[in-house]
């Protein structure tokens, strides 16, 4: 594991929403990146969760596909 970011907000059904980007470092030295969606780090990862403010929200975009953070919620 290179790099991992994300956050975790409420999304449209009340429940936590988890969203990470991730680059791994492979073997033969070359990295691949994108939305991580599952994986195994050897031998350990550590990862801090910091707490964001309470109003963010992620909602469904329709228009483009997608779900967003919701800024005026």
Do not use: F
């Amino acid at each position: 594991m290179l790099s991992a970011i994300g956050d975790i907000p409420v999304g449209d059904g009340g429940k936590p929403s988890l969203h990470l980007h991730a680059v791994l470092g492979l073997s033969d030295g070359s990295a691949r990146g994108g939305h991580l969606l599952e994986g195994i780090v050897r031998p350990t990862l550590e990862i801090t969760v910091l707490e964001s403010p309470g109003y963010l929200r992620r909602r469904k975009r329709p228009e483009l596909g997608i779900a967003l953070i919701d800024l005026e919620a």
